[in-house]
Every structure is written in structure tokens, then in C-alpha cells.
């Protein structure tokens, strides 16, 4: 047939003793592989835009069980997180060495999820060998206001928007569990009574922190870092 395996036929001979009998073939490539199983690299984790830190490794076996080298594998990624770039898988095909191993490395791209890597080898047994992988958020890069700038409120009052920062990773994906600090640097001189409340000041899952502003009991400006 066309897949690697035992293959197995029955002759049949009515009224005769020791009928029917089974008969056992073994099909393998002209390289002599037989099956194809996972070895290592399933299941790890990573940041944005890093490789991950072990191979992705298959291994081939002959129909006696020993290791194949020789044994041209492909690979390919199968499934990535939407609106991903930047992801690399080198090399796209490995030949097996004299352990039955292949072997590639994946570099992850720029958005936070899942990634599907697959291992294969046409008409082969135990093909395709499939990997599960994640990228994660990258480490703090990029700190910018979101919004609260500019507003105009009356002495004594809270500004209507709150003040809301933002914190990003090098691919731009927002970092949660970043602490802020928020504080009044200048104000009106002889103001009194202002006062800054800090909502959150840990980034959320938006990568935002935010405080509000009540201001004192002199008009100018207020500015809060």
C-alpha cells in the first residue's frame, strides 16, 4: 500500500488442518524507515519575537527497530497566532542523522498565542509528528500616555478622565503586572487641597495604570508624572 507498516494477509483453505493461515508483510521507504515518533521540544514557551530554547526533534525508526539516518523530514508551521510576523523556522528540512534524528529551531513572532509545528514525512508511519508551542509577553519596552492630558476642570473638582498610562513589549503587546508610580510635580503656587488617587497601579491586562486627579484651590497648571 502506500503507508509504512504491517501489512497483513489470511489464506484460507476449507477442511484442511492448519487453515486458514496468516500471513505478515512489512512495507518501508527505499531509506528503510519505518515509523516516525516525537522525541523532544513539545510544549514550551517562550517571549515574542525569541527562539525558543530546545529543538523540535523527531526520530525515525526501520521496521527492526534501530534508528534511519538519511531520512529526508519537513517541517512546516502548521498554526500561528493572528496578525503574527517576524516568526522563522529554520531549516524546513532536515535529514535524519545516525541517531534517526531531525531537528529545527523555531523563532517566535510578534503576537502572544499559540504556534503549531509539524514534522513529516509522506507515506510514513507515526507522520505527521506534531509540536505545541506558545509565545508569551515580552519583558517591559515602550511607556506612554494613554490618555487624561490637556483637561480643563474648575478649582476644587476631578478632572473628568482619568490619567492612564500604558506599557508595551518590543513587538507592542501590552506587559500586565508592570508597576507605576504616579505623583504631582508642580503646581499652582499656594494651591492647596489637591490630591491624586491611584485606581490601579499595576498595568491590567491592557498593560494600562491609572490614577485621577482632584485639583487644589489655585487655577494654573497641574502636572503629574
Same mark, same amino acid.
Given at each position: 500500500?502506500?503507508?509504512?507498516?504491517?501489512?497483513?494477509?489470511? *489464506?484460507?483453505?476449507?477442511?484442511?488442518?492448519?487453515? !486458514?493461515?496468516?500471513?505478515?508483510?512489512?512495507?518501508?521507504?527505499?531509506?528503510?524507515?519505518?515509523?516516525?515518533?516525537?522525541?523532544?521540544?513539545?510544549?514550551?514557551?517562550?517571549?515574542?519575537?525569541?527562539?525558543?530554547?530546545? !529543538?523540535?526533534? *523527531?526520530?525515525?525508526?526501520? *521496521?527492526?527497530?534501530? !534508528?534511519?539516518?538519511?531520512?529526508?523530514?519537513?517541517? *512546516?508551521?502548521?498554526?500561528?497566532?493572528?496578525?503574527?510576523?517576524?516568526q522563522v523556522l529554520s531549516p524546513t528540512s532536515a535529514t535524519t542523522d545516525a541517531q534517526g534524528r531531525a531537528a529545527t529551531s523555531l523563532t517566535l513572532g510578534s503576537k502572544i498565542g499559540s504556534y503549531r509545528v509539524r514534522a513529516a514525512v509522506p507515506s510514513l508511519g507515526g507522520s505527521p509528528v506534531t509540536y505545541g508551542l506558545t509565545s508569551t509577553v515580552g519583558l517591559p519596552r515602550t511607556f506612554a500616555m494613554v490618555q487624561g492630558t490637556g483637561q480643563t476642570k474648575p478649582i476644587n473638582t476631578i478632572l473628568d478622565n482619568p490619567l492612564v498610562v500604558s506599557v508595551w513589549d518590543v513587538a507592542g503587546n501590552p506587559v500586565p503586572g508592570v508597576s507605576v508610580a504616579f505623583a504631582i510635580d508642580s503646581i499652582p503656587a499656594g494651591s492647596t487641597g489637591q490630591s491624586l488617587r491611584v485606581v490601579n497601579s499595576l498595568t491590567d491586562a491592557q498593560g494600562q495604570a491609572q490614577a485621577l486627579l482632584t485639583l487644589g484651590s489655585k487655577v494654573g497648571s497641574y502636572v503629574v508624572s
Open positions: 500500500g502506500d503507508m509504512t507498516g504491517t501489512y497483513m494477509m489470511r *489464506a484460507t483453505s476449507v477442511g484442511l488442518t492448519g487453515s !486458514p493461515l496468516t500471513l505478515r508483510a512489512m512495507a518501508t521507504l527505499a531509506s528503510g524507515a519505518y515509523r516516525m515518533v516525537y522525541t523532544s521540544g513539545d510544549g514550551q514557551k517562550s517571549a515574542v519575537l525569541s527562539q525558543l530554547p530546545g !529543538p523540535l526533534v *523527531a526520530t525515525v525508526f526501520g *521496521a527492526d527497530g534501530n !534508528p534511519v539516518s538519511g531520512q529526508v523530514v519537513t517541517f *512546516a508551521i502548521d498554526s500561528l497566532p493572528s496578525g503574527a510576523t517576524g
